[in-house]
C-alpha cells in the first residue's frame, strides 16, 4: 500500500464516521502509546516494521495518537513482551509469537511452524481464511488483539560450524533455533536453545552453540554470523515463513474509538506489506555479498528433511491429544495448507522452478 494511499483512506474513514474533519481531531484526547519490540535496533527490517507503524498512527491522527518504539531490553526483555502486556506495563509490541509456544503452543500457528505455510498462504488463511478469527479466540484469554504485522518469507537453514552431510550430523548438534521447531529438532538428537537476536553472534563467536539461524541474507549480513561459521544451509524448514505481529493490550485496544482503531488496523496492514517487501527486494544482492565473502551456500541433504517432516507429524500428533486450543487452531490450518499447496504447486511453484532454471 502506498504510504499517500494509507494516509488518504485513513483520513476518509475518520472523515465519514465523524462527519467533518475538525471533529475527528477533537474526538477522542491525546493518547500515548509504549510499544515494545522483540528485536534490536540494528535489524532495521523488523525494528523498521514497528517504526513504520507508529508513524502510520501518528500521520494519520495528525499526532493526537502517538506510539514511542522501543528496542529489545529498553522497556521489557525480548521474550517477556506478553507477560508485559498482560500487566498492563506496555500497550502494544512487535514480536513473533512463536517465542511463547512455552505458555501455549498455539501462539507459534500466529507466525510459524515446522513445514508450515508459505507467506502468501498465510496472508490468505489470515485475511480469507479462519486464521484471524481463531487466533483472535485464541488470543482473547490472554487479554491481546493481535493483528500481522510482517512477514520473512521462506527463511535460510542458518549457519553451522561443520558441514551437514546427513541426518546422523544433526545427533548432539546445539542449535540456535527459533519457537518450538526445537521440539522437532529434539528428535533428530539437536540440542536447541532461544537466543534473542542481539546475543547470537557472541553465543556462535564463543562455542556456546555449534550452529544458529535467524532469518535470512539480509539480516544475517548485519549481525554478521558468516563471520564466525561459513556453511549457510537452506531451506529452513521450520520457517516456510514466519509472520510477524502486533500484539495489543484488549483494554488499550478497546478503550480506543472505532476511528482510531480503523488506523492500528491500517497502519499495522502497511507496516506488513512493508516488511515482507523489503526482505524480498535486500535478500538476493545480500546473498550474493554473503558468498563473495567466503559463504558455503549448501542445501540441506534430504535425509535431513525427510526426518524433520516425520519428526514434525509426531510432534503435531501429540500436541492434538492433549492441547485443545492448538488442536481446533490447527486442524483449520492442516486444511488450508495442503488446498494451498495442491495449487501453488500447480501454478506458482511450476512456473518459478522453469524461471529459476533459466538464464536471466
Known amino acids: 500500500m502506498e504510504r499517500r494511499k494509507f494516509l488518504k483512506n485513513a483520513g476518509l474513514a475518520g472523515i465519514i464516521a465523524a462527519g467533518t474533519a475538525p471533529a475527528i481531531v477533537g474526538a477522542q484526547q491525546a493518547i500515548r502509546w509504549r510499544l515494545a519490540s522483540s528485536f534490536p535496533k540494528s535489524l532495521e527490517t523488523l525494528f523498521g516494521g514497528a517504526e513504520t507503524f507508529a508513524k502510520n498512527v501518528t500521520e494519520a491522527t495528525g499526532g493526537k ?134 546475543e547470537i553472534y557472541q553465543a556462535l563467536e564463543k562455542g ?30 521450520w520457517e516456510g515463513s514466519t509472520q510477524f505481529s502486533l500484539l495489543v493490550n484488549a483494554k488499550a485496544y478497546h478503550g480506543l474509538s472505532k476511528e482510531y482503531q480503523s488506523i492500528v488496523r491500517q497502519a499495522a496492514a502497511d507496516a506488513h506489506i512493508e516488511v515482507l517487501a523489503r526482505y524480498d527486494a535486500r535478500n538476493p544482492t545480500s546473498l550474493k555479498q554473503l ?41 483449520d490450518y492442516s486444511r488450508f495448507l495442503a488446498d494451498a499447496y495442491q495449487w501453488q504447486g500447480i501454478a506458482e511453484g511450476s512456473y518459478d522452478q522453469y524461471m529459476a532454471a533459466q538464464k536471466l
Open 208 to 237: 556456546t552453540v555449534d550452529a544458529a539461524e535467524w532469518i535470512g541474507p539480509y539480516d544475517d549480513l548485519r549481525l554478521g554470523l558468516h563471520k564466525v561459521a561459513k556453511n549457510y544451509y537452506y531451506p529452513a524448514w
Open 65 to 198: 495518537f502517538t506510539v514511542s518504539v522501543h528496542a529489545a531490553g529498553e522497556l521489557v526483555p525480548a521474550f517477556g513482551v506478553v507477560d508485559a502486556l498482560q500487566q498492563d506495563t506496555i500497550e502494544c509490541a512487535h514480536t513473533a509469537p512463536y517465542y511463547f509456544f512455552g505458555k501455549d503452543e498455539t501462539f507459534a500457528l500466529d507466525c510459524a511452524i515446522p513445514f508450515g505455510m508459505n507467506a502468501r498462504q498465510m496472508a490468505a488463511w489470515m485475511n480469507d481464511g479462519n486464521g484471524m478469527k481463531l487466533l483472535r479466540e485464541f488470543y482473547a484469554q490472554f487479554n491481546i488483539v493481535n493483528f500481522m504485522m510482517g512477514n520473512s518469507g521462506a527463511q535460510m537453514g542458518g549457519w553451522y560450524r561443520k558441514e551437514i552431510k546427513s541426518v546422523a550430523d544433526i545427533n548432539g548438534l546445539k542449535i540456535r533455533i527459533g519457537g518450538f521447531a526445537g521440539r522437532v529438532i529434539t528428535k533428530l538428537g539437536a540440542v536447541p536453545q532461544n537466543i534473542p537476536a542481539g
Open 291 to 331: 558468498i563473495a565473502e567466503g559463504a558455503k551456500l549448501q542445501r540441506l541433504p534430504k535425509d535431513v528433511m525427510d526426518a524433520a517432516f516425520k519428526a514434525s507429524r509426531e510432534v503435531y500428533a501429540e500436541l492434538n491429544s492433549k492441547n485443545p486450543s492448538w488442536k481446533k487452531v490447527y486442524a
